[in-house]
């Protein structure tokens, strides 16, 4: 059976039956021992004003740019009429989520009120050799707050990448991050989702909220639109762990398996409890030949950021969740 990491960045060409993506080799990059990330940022600096971001102030390109206002737009118009749908307990799940700005797109949700990001490797860079130059990234919260990032923490074997959030748009009007004055109005928090303290049972009900790419890569011509939302709240239940998959390897395809609908650009997109949110797993790929979602597990998850010395995560998990392969990248 053909299983492999699908993403949004690959091409028709590779979408086609019968391909396979191989893990590129780790580079020179890994530390020994195990790599702790830098102590968190109690305030993040602010951001210009949207209407001032600029290709010289955010370093993109006129295209990109013009990209990321129009997904902050468009977050900002459906993202109020998202929530409603929502149970009051579950509202965070959506307000914690981000999406890239690149075209490629790709999911990322936040853990911590400081401002600590949780995607896929293969959302920050497909390659471990070219992490250097792709080490920091534009996000959008499902508020429409723009933040830019950077990797502080790389496991291509997990599939994980840890951000911090470097620079956060300035928007006095959101209660979704609040301010301090004696910090000069920088941002001292912002939603996040927490860890589950133990893994979820087969058949457990969750949800999965991502961004689905905006072209259809199934359709007979290049340039047909989705017309999805830039965030899409999909249900589904988790399905357990594939026979014979390491939790703790997720470079070919993911160990976890669950049904909620997703579509390329949803890797990065966390899979939560749909009882009262906590993260379980997040998705990262599918099965081309039975059409099973896949992603991280959350051992996982947990092996990454124990790796990586969370303290917000792992309080309550007690530990002892085991180890990647490969020593985690620390991106300097």
């Not at 797993?281 to 599918?286: E, F, K, N, P």
Request: with cysteine.
């Amino acid at each position: 059976m053909t299983t492999r990491r699908t993403t949004r960045s690959l091409t028709r060409k590779t979408l086609g039956p019968g391909t396979s993506a191989s893990a590129p080799e780790i580079p020179d990059l890994r530390r020994a021992p195990a790599v702790n990330a830098p102590p968190l940022q109690s305030s993040i600096p602010r951001l210009s004003h949207p209407s001032t971001l600029s290709t010289k102030s955010t370093g993109l390109s006129k295209h990109d740019l013009t990209l990321l206002l129009k997904k902050q737009r468009l977050l900002k118009n459906s993202t109020p009429q998202a929530i409603l749908t929502l149970e009051p307990n579950l509202k965070h799940t959506l307000l914690s989520t981000l999406v890239f700005a690149q075209s490629e797109a790709g999911t990322a949700f936040c853990i911590s009120p400081t401002g600590l990001l949780l995607t896929c490797s293969h959302c920050v860079s497909e390659d471990p050799s070219e992490l250097e130059q792709n080490s920091t990234k534009w996000l959008i919260f499902a508020s429409g707050r723009v933040v830019q990032a950077k990797c502080i923490a790389y496991d291509h074997t997990r599939d994980l990448a840890l951000l911090q959030i470097i620079a956060a748009e300035q928007d006095p009007t959101s209660t979704l991050a609040t301010t301090n004055p004696a910090n000069n109005g920088e941002y001292t928090s912002f939603p996040f989702l927490e860890i589950s303290p133990t893994s979820p049972k087969k058949n457990a009900q969750m949800i999965c909220i991502g961004h689905p790419g905006d072209e259809d890569l199934e359709a007979p011509k290049p340039g047909l639109k989705t017309n999805y939302d830039v965030l899409h709240i999909s249900y589904g239940r988790y399905r357990g762990i594939a026979e014979g998959a390491d939790v703790h390897d997720n470079s070919e395809i993911g160990a976890l398996m669950h049904d909620c609908w997703t579509y390329w650009g949803h890797s990065g997109a966390p899979l939560c409890m749909r009882k009262d949110g906590p993260v379980v797993g997040m998705h990262s790929s599918w099965d081309d030949e039975t059409g099973m979602r896949r992603g991280v597990a959350w051992e996982g998850i947990l092996g990454f950021l124990e790796d990586n010395g969370n303290p917000h995560v792992l309080q309550s998990t007690g530990g002892g969740v085991g180890r990647s392969k490969d020593t985690p990248i620390l991106v300097e």
